[in-house]
């Protein structure tokens, strides 16, 4: 059902999302605090049953100097240089297991999945704990974790993980930093669009159904968890409301996309709960470089599922210059077995 703006007002909704005066300052200030710390990426080799995606177990420094979990997946026997592609995850999840989510290594690209800080209990596992938590009051989740600063909110050390990432990936033998993107969706893809205004050389960004948009409008529209907490936590510090929606200023999606310049594919979902689409359009009609957008007109938060991955494999194979697999043909002595069995 739709619940939110009419289809013409979402092509020009552009968000009640405003800059704070110092979010620059602010990131720059992040982001040059997490430089003082080697990145020092470590990868250990994974022994699966696959046959056709080597798997390495990957460790590299984020926010704070902390280890960050991640896994390394590239088509079996591959040399490189490849074109590379991180991926971020969904609210509530981790990184998963290592013979998961072959999609993009089957697609030709390094693969790099980062783990999420502090989470992956909710539906895949996660291995990465959020050593700099904060303390004080929260909301169970992490939208509330450390909200009333954003020095200390949660989604300052996952978005500077997410650059880290990008730069671990960047530095792999097997990759050509050149030709890296970097992709998710909900959390997953608001981390993307953080990333894209702010690690260097990154080539794209693909980002469906980006939570973390157009915060203001989002935690009063919908009544669907993970904003929810946000509401939550307002509904029992009634006074706090101004200064919570300024930390969340330094992190909405809205504020990134207006300093993104890569290309970009969107998705959004029209019957999206969780992220309304408003935001969803927010986020795309303030993204500053050359974009694309697929529009679901009757899916609710999985978006267009596989629909999305298809369409954003071939977006960067296009760009970054990617060969498809070639198919090969059955061998003929296989071929004649096969033939007879069905017989």
């Not at 022994?47 to 100097?65: A, E, I, K, M, P």
């Not at 935690?219 to 946000?230: F, G, I, K, S, W």
């Not at 200064?243 to 970009?264: E, H, Q």
Request: aromatic share 10%.
């Amino acid at each position: 059902m739709y619940t939110d703006l009419p289809a013409d007002q979402l092509a020009a909704y552009l968000g009640s999302q405003q800059d704070p005066e110092d979010f620059d300052a602010f990131w720059a200030q992040t982001l040059a605090e997490a430089q003082a710390h080697p990145l020092d990426v470590r990868l250990e080799r994974v022994n699966t049953v696959l046959s056709t995606v080597d798997v390495w177990d990957v460790t590299f420094n984020g926010y704070g100097g902390e280890p960050i979990r991640a896994w390394l997946r590239v088509p079996a026997g591959a040399s490189g240089p490849l074109p590379g592609v991180v991926q971020f995850v969904g609210y509530g999840g981790g990184r998963g297991d290592a013979s998961e989510n072959l999609f993009w290594a089957s697609a030709g690209f390094a693969h790099l999945q980062m783990d999420t800080r502090g989470q992956g209990a909710g539906w895949s596992k996660g291995a990465t704990p959020d050593a700099s938590g904060s303390a004080g009051p929260q909301v169970p989740g992490v939208m509330t974790r450390g909200i009333t600063d954003p020095q200390s909110y949660y989604y300052r050390r996952l978005f500077t993980d997410a650059v880290r990432a990008v730069a671990a990936l960047q530095s792999l033998d097997v990759v050509d930093p050149t030709r890296c993107a970097a992709v998710g969706g909900s959390q997953g893809g608001a981390s993307a669009v953080a990333a894209a205004a702010l690690a260097p050389g990154l080539a794209a960004v693909c980002a469906y159904v980006p939570f973390l948009s157009d915060l203001p409008r989002a935690v009063q529209v919908t009544d669907a968890y993970p904003y929810r907490e946000v509401r939550d936590y307002l509904s029992v510090h009634r006074t706090q409301a101004e200064r919570v929606l300024g930390t969340l200023s330094y992190f909405d999606a809205v504020n990134f996309a207006r300093r993104a310049t890569v290309p970009a594919l969107f998705s959004v979902a029209l019957m999206d709960e969780v992220t309304p689409p408003s935001t969803v359009y927010a986020a795309y009609n303030n993204y500053a470089g050359t974009k694309e957008l697929l529009v679901w007109p009757y899916n609710g938060h999985e978006g267009g599922g596989i629909e999305d991955e298809v369409a954003a494999a071939r977006f960067l194979q296009g760009l970054l210059a990617v060969s498809e697999p070639a198919s090969q043909p059955m061998a003929a002595e296989t071929a004649t077995a096969a033939a007879s069995t069905s017989a």
